[in-house]
Nanobody
Framework: QVQLVESGGGSVQAGGSLRVSCAASGYTASMYFMAWFRQAPGKEREAVAA????????YYADSVKGRFIVSLDNTKTALILQMHSLKPEDTAMYYC????????????????????WGQGTQVTVSS
């Protein structure tokens, strides 16, 4: 059973930086696609950034390009999101998601495309 556990997050003032991590366990497939989503109260869950264990480049939502950096650790079982120049609108619960993926059609920004989800970690940015 795949499990995803988020850590990090917290509270920071606007312009600051935070780092969130997602540790995966129970992987049995050779390659996975992992992503960060976020959801603010009263809003839909939205994709933030993603990475593929079989690829190199990251995937980013337009709203975070140039500010956030997504990466996989050396074991490719942890997804890390470094967030810089944070804005109050970045405030949300951040969720990690994953699915088996060996290549092909990609729908990385669609929540329903993912099979596994973590419990979330809160990120709060004050103005």
């Amino acid at each position: 059973q795949v499990q995803l556990v988020e850590s990090g997050g917290g509270s920071v003032q606007a312009g600051g930086s935070l780092r969130v991590s997602c540790a995966a366990s129970g992987y049995t497939a050779s390659m996975y696609f992992m992503a960060w989503f976020r959801q603010a109260p009263g809003k839909e869950r939205e994709a933030v950034a993603a990475a593929w264990t079989g690829g190199i480049s990251g995937y980013y939502a337009d709203s975070v390009k140039g500010r956030f950096i997504v990466s996989l650790d050396n074991t490719k079982t942890a997804l890390i999101l470094q967030m810089h120049s944070l804005k109050p609108e970045d405030t949300a619960m951040y969720y990690c998601a994953a699915r088996e993926f060996a290549g092909g059609a990609l729908s990385w920004s669609r929540p329903s495309w993912y099979k596994y989800w973590g419990q979330g970690t809160q990120v709060t940015v004050s103005s």
